[in-house]
C-alpha cells in the first residue's frame, strides 16, 4: 500500500505477536483481574495510542483473518462512517455473514488498491 502512496499505520506490529500475553502474564503477577488490567495504565495507554490513529485514519483495511481486535476496530471505524475494507489471501474455509458490515471484501490486493485509489483514500 505504501508503494501506491498511502499513508500506512502499522505501528502495532512493532510490539510483537506475543505483547498480549506477555501483558496478561504481567497483570495476572500482580494479582489483577482482567477488568482491572484493562482500566491499569498501560492497557490505557496502549488503547490510547491506537485510538488516537483510527480516529486519524480515512479508511480501513483488515488483513484476514486478523487478530483478536481486528474486527473491533473495523467495525469502529465503519460505524464512525469510514470505509473498512477486508482483505483475505485466500477464500476462507468457513463464510461469515457479518462480513456484509465491511465496506467491501476482496480477494486480490491489486483490486483494493484500485478501489481505494478510486475513492482517495
Excluded at 11 to 24: C, L, N, S, T
Excluded at 44 to 51: A, I, K, P, T, W
Excluded at 86 to 101: A, G, I, K, Q, S
Aim: avoid cysteine; charged fraction near 25%.
Amino acid at each position: 500500500m505504501r508503494k501506491f502512496g498511502f499513508e500506512v499505520f502499522d505501528d502495532w506490529f512493532a510490539a510483537g505477536p506475543e505483547a498480549d500475553d506477555y501483558w496478561q502474564k504481567y497483570e495476572q503477577s500482580r494479582g489483577r483481574t482482567y477488568d482491572q488490567a484493562l482500566k491499569g495504565q498501560a492497557a490505557q495507554h496502549v488503547f490510547g495510542f491506537d485510538l488516537k490513529h483510527l480516529n486519524e485514519s480515512d479508511a480501513a483495511v483488515l488483513l484476514a483473518p486478523g487478530g483478536k481486535s481486528a474486527h473491533l476496530e473495523l467495525g469502529y471505524m465503519v460505524g464512525r462512517g469510514k470505509p473498512g475494507y477486508v482483505l483475505f489471501e485466500t477464500p476462507p474455509e468457513r463464510f461469515d455473514v457479518m462480513l456484509n458490515f465491511a465496506t467491501g471484501v476482496f480477494f486480490d490486493a491489486n483490486e483494493l488498491i484500485e478501489v481505494l485509489l478510486e475513492h482517495g483514500n
